[in-house]
């Protein structure tokens, strides 16, 4: 079966054609951030109407690098939530409106569950049951993953996500937009034991996450040399959040995968995209002989890749979604 996937909830506008098969055959990501830069974030209007103007060419060149038309497509998925409503219902519109003129079956997906079974687009795919770590710029959260659809939730954020935690941080120290990737910029060749940071919850024997806290600590720790903060300086304040955010998701992670004996772990979201995080995941997973899985790093960011992919599997697990499908702002997973 193949599978037209389209990704609109947030700022990047993902295509994918995912075949049953043969797996990914093309995928396209338009990113939004030079729209959105000089807001400092992501303005939810502006990308409903970029969505608007990207998403049916982004569809036509993904077909046209698979080398297929809609003739050769079998199914359509796109993000139905949770994520901006607006942005959202131009993904969700666009697909919906291309398989009934084809008169093909549609699906809405769960961003979230996108995002999680994304490392089985990788060679080696992940098998049941699995830990996964979902770090993104809107969610952080621990759950075991019996199959698709089969989700416990075991922990979460109790106020800022991981991604949020950087892109605010980002933005207190003005390093620019997005913020993930500018503080992990900044952070190289920093000491990451420079700053005594807080581990906020590590000492709570739950699987729930706080970052707010971490990002106050920052601005505090600026607040020391104010404007005489030297390139030194935020190279080890950004080294030093990053260890402390990486290090909290570490020790949670392993606590969970403690608690429920599972033996692999699944790290996805944007902020699996940071070099840091993969490194240290990747020695103590090793260390405890614990299988460990992430997507490609622009997998791990928002795409059409995982939504195709996700919505392909209940696609071809017979589910269908009616005409009458619309798209959910907030969704628990
Ligand atoms: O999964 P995603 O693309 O969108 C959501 O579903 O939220 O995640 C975006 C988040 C942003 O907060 C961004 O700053 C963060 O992921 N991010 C990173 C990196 N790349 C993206 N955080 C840390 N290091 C990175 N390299
Ligand atoms: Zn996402």
Redesign the pocket.
């Given at each position: 079966m193949r599978v037209l996937g389209i990704e609109t909830?947030?700022d990047?506008t993902g295509v994918a054609l995912w075949d049953s098969e043969a797996g990914l055959l093309a995928h396209r990501l338009h990113s939004q951030t030079e729209v959105h830069a000089a807001y400092g974030g992501v303005v939810p209007e502006l990308a409903s109407r970029d969505h608007i103007r990207r998403t049916i060419p982004l569809v036509e060149q993904t077909l046209a690098d698979a080398g297929v038309d809609l003739d050769g497509v079998d199914g359509v998925t796109a993000t139905a939530g949770p994520?901006l409503l607006g942005a959202l219902l131009v993904g969700l519109s666009a697909g919906k409106a291309i398989a009934f003129a084809r008169d093909l079956p549609f699906l809405g997906i769960h961003?979230l569950e996108a995002?999680l079974l994304a490392p089985a687009l990788e060679d080696n795919p992940p098998p049941f049951p699995f830990l996964a770590l979902l770090?993104?710029?809107?969610?952080t959260l621990l759950a075991e993953v019996a199959g698709v659809g089969r989700y416990r939730l075991l922990g979460q954020s109790l106020d800022d996500?991981?991604?949020?935690a950087?892109?605010k941080t980002?933005k207190l120290l003005e390093l620019g937009f997005?913020?993930?990737?500018a503080?992990?910029r900044a952070a190289e060749g920093g000491d990451p034991e420079a700053f005594a940071l807080p581990r906020p919850m590590v000492d709570k024997p739950n699987l729930d996450f706080s970052f707010s806290g971490l990002k106050t600590a920052v601005l505090n720790a600026a607040k020391t040399r104010g404007e005489d903060a030297d390139a030194a300086f935020r190279r080890d304040l950004c080294a030093s959040f990053?260890e402390a955010v990486v290090d909290v998701l570490w020790r949670k992670s392993a606590r969970a995968l403690r608690q429920t004996g599972l033996e692999r772990l699944v790290v996805a979201?944007?902020?699996g995209?940071?070099?840091h995080?993969r490194a240290r995941f990747a020695t103590e997973a090793e260390a405890r002989s614990v299988g460990l899985h992430f997507p490609r790093?622009e997998f791990?960011?928002?795409n059409g890749a995982m939504v195709a992919h996700a919505g392909g599997l209940r696609l071809l697990a017979g589910e269908r979604d009616g005409w009458d499908r619309t798209a959910v702002a907030r969704w628990p997973l």
């Open positions: 909830s947030c990047e994520g961003h995002h770090v993104s710029g809107g969610h996500a991981a991604g949020e950087f892109d980002a997005p913020g993930g990737p503080v992990a990053q979201g944007g902020v995209a940071n070099a995080l790093p791990c960011t928002d």
